[in-house]
């Protein structure tokens, strides 16, 4: 298994995204903000005549987003057609991975559990893989109920 | 061959080559009926296809084929090894017919009867030889039987023939489409740059033309992806004939709204409903003359199919006169098979139960004829509406008629668009709902607030006024309320409501994007769209947002009885529209006189001795108003006055507002273009009178007829001279051969091609490089605009008078 994977940085936590679901990581340029929309959904953005969901990741997995300074970079994920751009606090490295999906004894808590597959071992150390569809996915039963 | 049958041949084969798999797999394990329903699907299109071209054969074997698959559908029959080789051959059949069609050959008197029988049950196994299943092998089951006559057909067809039309996967559209607004984007940009640094001559002069191009571009490739809904409606009087003759009854088609522009993909995804929704109608709603007579009705039934492009949705609505549906028999029926069970019926209203004909699997024919009532189609047909998000609907009165709403989104298509701003914040609207732009100084307009609903005062009515920055609960805005504006959307349903907002942003034609789902869930928006600067806005869905308020019919009817009493004592006051003319004076108009208030460059107006002329989207008005001498300013704003036969525009140095009619017309005999003099807010207003104004300068608008100018050639006429002319209501043309109302030319190449004794079509203007004319010529300095402008006037006042 010698995966190429995105490593971020979600909530101060070393997140990696199946590089074969990131489409590109861009500089979120103005947000347009959308009134009444759920709070995880950050605004739109235009990528050249694109329009972009932007998600701030933090807020989608219940972390308050002030905590964690950003660096106004975003990987731009499609979904289902529609094409997201998930707010991180940092893109960290493109790396392999160096081992198997594995779990960890005792889950990776109640906010994490939702949208992890599960701990992988990369070049750099262990990250944890998330899991694009879950980000968005639950979120919409969240929101809708919300 | 027409386009028609173009069209058929290829959704024929896309079909077989999607049902391929079908095929294989179905072979595979006969007893699997999921297969089953797509091949079914497959022949009953064919069946349904070809009763609308001629093609008996083709007709036969796929009706045959229906049969012996729908009663494998019902249970009746147990699929077999020997009906998927018969089915099989005959789908191997039609696909080499197809190919003939294709190639414009005769399909002959070939006999499919041996096919057909063995389908029939316990029918003898065809010997298939080879690999049976694919549709594409052309000819092996047939070489089983003896005595086939066109076996040379799939050779022939195999032979390459003239494409005359190509189909492109949508993806690619999209992509050029992309392309081409990243494109824009990319040039507003730089137009911004070069706006920054300056004049630069050389470069200034590419990029215009560069501009030119990518609009042109721009408009081609939308174009590829819209279409009129006309194409569609084309193929339909003659698949109405066919039915209603093969049914013996009398059917009259009327067809409303082919201008309406619909994605391509969309026309494709509604076509085959329509179609359906048609044959249905045909077959089971219009009655047989002698019924239609009997019941008092005219012999010939009604089909009527518009379509109406309403906001956000496309509505396409089929109604028939026919006898109705009987929602007792749907129940009945639908209770027989196991729909709905008893309980659930008696709590169904008939809207209810008519909704049931869509349930897979429903139908009310009690016999199967040839044209409809198979159940398959409208759960079908359902099926793929909601798949692009669309609806559809039926409603029906016994006796009278039955009419199926399809409604249609517009995602990916272009609307005229309203942008907005609230809260700092832009938002478009789909101008077709937009009714009116109120500045909500207005005094008339009465701002009232009753309980929590804001009410506002609009031609005589209360109207709900609901605050833009409430709905979407942003920080109230920083303006008082006096300093809003307030846009009066019409709702399809005929509501009418106010939507308070901060300013007006500005309008144009907006690209519709759809909008992520957890975005759309909100239920306040229905798209998305880019602004010239490359900003995402919002589309607000008006409807959704009308709803959320109740502000439309049903619970709006509560509201209005208490309404009523109120909406009878506002007598309707006499409104005027004051405004200063260049002069300097206060005038008033009466307000249902003013069609609109235009803004037009004072390139735009003509004047001479006649009076004077201005164009205003393409078409010549009179002009009344204008000061002597010249116009001080680039731009003036104009009335647009309508005595419903002419329009007339007024020239105004600034429009003030409307107000009512308070007191007394005090008439002054003196002036002939004075009604009469009338106090308002205390000072005396002289109303202008409309009746004199349109004897004396109304005349019915010039349409049309821009005249087209040709200019020479070279980057000089290119840049300068076409768009002064442009912008003054001419046609340029550029090529050479093209009939043209007048010539420009220099005067250098006028006197070259008299040399050649060339002859000229139209009368030519000469123009000369040097502000001094040489004595005794007859050409006019390159910029001598009032000159040039008026040697093309006379031509044009003389052609007028020739024509």
């Keep these: 298994m010698n995966d190429l994977l995105v490593i971020a940085q979600i909530a101060g936590r070393r997140c990696a995204l199946p590089a074969l ?107 944890l893989l998330i899991d694009v569809h879950a980000l968005i996915a639950p979120l919409e039963e969240l929101g809708s109920a919300a | ?21 079908e095929l294989i797999a179905w072979e595979a394990d006969p007893g699997d009926r999921s297969h089953i329903d797509s091949i079914f699907r497959f022949v009953h299109t064919v069946k349904g296809n070809c009763g609308f071209f001629d093609f008996p054969r083709l007709e036969k074997l796929s009706h045959a084929a229906e049969d012996a698959l729908s009663d494998c559908r019902s249970g009746h029959r147990e699929p077999d090894s020997a009906l998927v080789s018969a089915v099989l051959a005959i789908i191997d059949r039609i696909s080499e017919m197809v190919n003939a069609i294709e190639a414009g050959e005769d399909l002959g008197e070939g006999d499919d009867a041996a096919l057909i029988a063995s389908l029939e049950v316990g029918a003898a196994a065809l010997v298939v030889e080879g690999p049976p299943a694919g549709a594409g092998t052309n000819g092996e089951p047939e070489a089983t039987e003896p005595g086939d006559e066109d076996q040379g057909h799939a050779g022939k067809a195999d032979a390459p023939t003239i494409l005359r039309s190509i189909r492109l996967p949508v993806d690619l559209l999209d992509r050029v489409m992309s392309g081409v607004s990243d494109m824009v984007l990319a040039r507003n940009d730089l137009a911004h740059r070069l706006r920054q640094a300056g004049n630069q001559p050389t470069i200034d002069g590419p990029f215009e033309r560069l501009t030119t191009i990518l609009a042109d571009v721009r408009d081609a490739i939308t174009r590829m992806r819209m279409q009129r809904i006309e194409t569609l409606f084309g193929a339909l009087p003659r698949l109405v004939r066919d039915l209603s003759g093969e049914l013996g009854k009398q059917v009259m088609v009327d067809l409303e709204g082919g201008d309406v522009e619909l994605d391509r993909e969309m026309i494709e995804m509604v076509r085959d409903p329509i179609t359906h929704i048609i044959r249905n109608a045909i077959d089971h709603g219009i009655e047989l003359p002698s019924d239609r007579l009997a019941n008092g009705k005219r012999e010939i039934g009604l089909l009527s199919i518009a379509a109406r492009q309403s906001g956000n949705t496309i509505s396409i609505v089929i109604g028939d006169d026919g006898r109705g549906l009987d929602d007792a028999k749907i129940a009945d029926k639908a209770l027989a098979m196991g729909l709905i069970d008893k309980a659930e019926r008696a709590d169904m209203t008939r809207e209810a139960i008519l909704q049931i004909i869509f ?46 709403t399809l409604q249609i ?40 607030c009753v309980g929590e609903t804001a009410l506002v005062t609009f031609r005589g009515a209360r109207v709900p006024c609901v605050m833009l920055s409430d709905v979407l609960e942003l920080p109230g805005s920083e303006l008082s309320e006096s300093e809003r504006t307030l846009v009066l959307l019409r709702l399809t349903s005929g509501d009418l409501f106010a939507l308070a907002v901060d300013r007006i942003h500005s309008h144009g034609d907006i690209v519709v994007k759809p909008l992520a789902p957890a975005v759309m869930k909100s239920g306040f928006y229905a ?20 709803e959320a308020y109740e502000l439309v019919s049903d619970a709006r009817l509560r509201m209005q009885l208490s309404l009523h009493d109120q909406e009878e004592a506002i007598a309707s006051p006499t409104r005027l529209m004051i405004f200063t003319d260049f002069e300097g004076r206060r005038r008033a108009v009466r307000l249902e006189l003013v069609e609109r208030i235009e803004t037009a460059p004072a390139s735009a107006i003509e004047r001479n001795a006649a009076g004077a002329r201005v164009v205003v989207d393409g078409t010549i008005y009179p002009l009344v108003g204008l000061p002597d001498g010249t116009l001080a300013s680039e731009k003036v704003r104009l009335l647009r006055l ?36 009338t106090l308002i807010d205390g000072a005396t207003i002289a109303l202008v009178d409309g009746h004199e104004l349109f004897a004396r300068y109304g005349r019915p608008a010039e349409t049309g007829v821009k005249p087209g100018v040709l200019i020479p050639e070279g980057e000089w006429a290119a840049t300068i001279l076409g768009p002064l002319l442009e912008s003054a209501g001419y046609v340029i043309m550029r090529d050479a051969g093209a009939a043209s109302d007048a010539l420009i030319m220099f005067e250098e190449d006028f006197e070259a091609a008299q040399a050649l004794d060339m002859r000229f079509d139209a009368p030519v203007i000469r123009l000369r490089e040097q502000p001094t004319a040489p004595p005794g010529a007859e050409t006019i300095y390159r910029y001598d605009r009032n000159g040039l402008f008026a040697a093309l006037e006379s031509v044009c006042v003389r052609k007028r008078q020739a024509a």
């Design chain 2, 642 to 677: 309508d005595d419903k036969a002419t329009n007339l525009l007024y020239a105004v140095r600034e429009v003030e507002d409307a107000a009512e009619l308070a007191g007394a017309i005090t008439p002054v005999p003196e002036d002939p273009m004075i009604e009469g003099l």
């Design chain 1, 21 to 127: 679901n990131v489409q590109s990581v861009i500089e979120v340029g103005t947000i347009t903000p959308v009134p009444r929309s759920p709070a995880y959904v950050a605004g739109i953005t235009a990528l050249r005549s694109q329009t972009l969901t932007v998600i701030d990741c933090r807020t989608a997995l219940g972390f308050d987003p002030d905590q964690w300074p950003c660096d106004h970079r975003a990987v731009v994920v499609p979904i289902e057609a529609h094409p997201y751009a998930l707010i991180i606090d940092r893109i960290e490295d493109v790396t392999t991975t160096v081992g198997e999906l594995g779990q960890v004894p005792g889950g990776f808590g109640t906010n994490w559990a939702r949208i992890a597959t599960g701990m992988i071992e990369t070049r750099i150390g262990p990250a």
């Design chain 2, 359 to 404: 349930r897979p699997g429903f139908s009310t024919a009690d016999t199967v004829s040839n044209v409809s009532g198979r159940g398959v189609g409208l759960d079908v047909v359902r099926d793929n509406l909601e798949r692009v998000g669309g609806s559809i609907k039926v409603s029906s009165t016994p006796g009278c008629g039955t009419f199926f």
């Design chain 2, 527 to 546: 798209g998305s769209t880019l602004l010239d600067d490359g900003q995402p806005v919002l589309l607000l869905d008006v409807m959704n947002i009308a």
């Design chain 2, 1 to 21: 061959m027409d386009d028609l049958l173009a069209d058929f041949v290829a959704e024929t084969r896309e079909m077989l080559e999607a049902s391929e798999g």
């Design chain 2, 409 to 448: 989104p517009l995602t990916l298509t272009i609307i005229a668009g309203l942008t907005v701003e609230v809260g700092n914040q832009r938002f478009a609207i789909p101008q077709s709902y937009v009714e009116e732009i109120v500045h909500a100084s207005a005094r008339a307009l009465d701002f009232t």
